[in-house]
């Protein structure tokens, strides 16, 4: 329910849900995640405090050190603890009413914390997870169902990993997407030539193109910076 209506109502946004304790762990590792909905009684498996337990986690990594969260609850106490102890940016108390939850929503949304530039990305690989440097990454693109990554002193691959799933680990943070199979990193950029259709960079000699149907996109993201 609580999904339907963030969805339809708060708009432009995207959900995910875990329904215990080590999926919404996984979820905050492989995302970045802008406002955490938390139901104090996460695991209704076992019917205890694991929300709470799963907020004092998030709280240990430093990417969520101030990342807005909301508490579910029906119970004073917990509601009062999560508040003092874990800074808490609201609560939505069983039964809400929609009114509420949108408001308190949009308003947690509008409240972004400053993006660090040495910010890891987890992108998941045979099995383990490889951190990588936002402030790293120069640009990425697709090429026979894999990922490559152009990092200052590397490249990586990433199997069956598309733009969109890139998209949506990285929260499009400082990154302009130029074609169907490609993004760059903006602060990378040394020439931008519209008439050829590519984009050249400070820190490598490669050169990307820009797709027909995104030259637009891209002058207008660039005025933008």
Do not use: W
Request: with cysteine; aromatic share 10%.
């Amino acid at each position: 329910m609580l999904e339907k209506l963030i969805r339809e109502d708060v708009g432009g946004v995207a959900v995910f849900l875990a329904r215990d304790y080590e999926s919404a762990l996984r979820e905050a590792v492989l995302r970045n995640i802008d406002v955490f909905l938390i139901d104090i009684v996460l695991d209704t498996a076992v019917t205890d405090a694991s929300g709470m337990r799963f907020a004092k986690r998030v709280r240990e990594d430093e990417n969520y050190l101030f990342t807005p969260i909301i508490f579910i609850t029906g119970l004073e106490d917990p509601r009062l603890y999560a508040y003092k102890e874990l800074h808490s940016f609201g609560y939505i108390e069983k039964p809400f009413a929609k009114e509420n939850v949108v408001e308190l929503v949009k308003d947690a949304l509008r409240y972004q914390p400053r993006v660090r530039e040495d910010e890891n990305v987890y992108f998941p690989k045979d099995g383990i997870l490889i951190a990588v440097k936002l402030s790293e990454i120069i640009y990425a693109e697709v090429q026979s169902h894999s990922l490559y990554i152009r990092l200052l002193n590397e490249r990586i691959e990433i199997p069956h990993m598309t733009i969109k799933k890139f998209a949506v680990l990285t929260q499009r943070k400082g990154f302009i997407q130029c074609s169907r199979n490609t993004v760059i990193n903006k602060r990378f950029i040394k020439n931008v030539d519209m008439v050829n259709r590519y984009i050249s960079f400070k820190e490598c000699k490669e050169q990307v193109g820009i797709g027909t149907v995104y030259k637009k996109k891209v002058y207008q993201e660039l005025m933008d910076v």
